[in-house]
């Protein structure tokens, strides 16, 4: 068995059908990587944990479908089917060995064919989706826990110990300290505000 690359934890998916009722099939996609060529690897995937579907893409195949839906060979359709995926904007139809896919919400509804994928490679797909869905819940859980420290610890702010005493600004029409400012008591010491110099007794 040839071993299947795990999805990118970056990698778009959603579950169908979409809403708050129980999902039957998982959907998502292998990304374009553009070369030197501008030949990309984009393929659609669904499964039901069971069975996978697959749209099979060749370079060639998915330059025509571009042209067929009217965008250039440079637009990455990864980004059509992670809005779509987004926006609950995915219908997956399924007829005994085939099946379709439709991307709406955009300007542009996409179709997309889909093959049955034969069982050694299907068994292999669905391992490989298995793993890296794990893997992105276990990155998630350890994200979640460092947010949850970072809340949870107290944020210590510096605090100014002892009374504060500062010099008010001068009135500008009396020429002395504006109103509420507290007055030297007699013998106050003007260093150390608060503290009395004793005085010599006579």
Known sequence: MVPV??????????TLPPGPGPARF???CE??????????????YVTDAAEFWSTRFTPDSLAALKAQFGLSAAEDIT????????????????????????LSGGPLALDFDLS?????EAASKLQALTLGLAERVCSLE?????????AASPRKSPRLVGPQHFLPDPDPQRGGPGPGVRRR??????????????????
């Not at 690359?5 to 959603?14: R, Y």
């Not at 059509?80 to 099946?99: H, I, K, P, S």
Request: with cysteine.
């Open 185 to 202: 008591c007699p013998g106050e010491s003007l260093i150390n505000p608060g503290f009395k110099r004793n005085q010599p007794v006579v």
């Open 31 to 44: 990304g374009e990587e553009i070369g030197a060529k501008g030949q990309g690897g984009f393929n659609l």
């Open 142 to 150: 350890r994200r979640l826990t460092a947010a949850e420290e970072t």
């Open 5 to 14: 690359p795990l999805p990118s934890l970056s990698t778009p998916l959603c």
């Open 116 to 120: 049955k994928v034969p069982g050694p």
């Open 79 to 102: 980004r059509q089917f992670r809005a779509a995926c987004e926006q609950q904007a995915v219908t997956f139809t399924l007829q005994e060995d085939r099946a379709s896919l439709t």
């Open 26 to 28: 998982v959907c998502y």
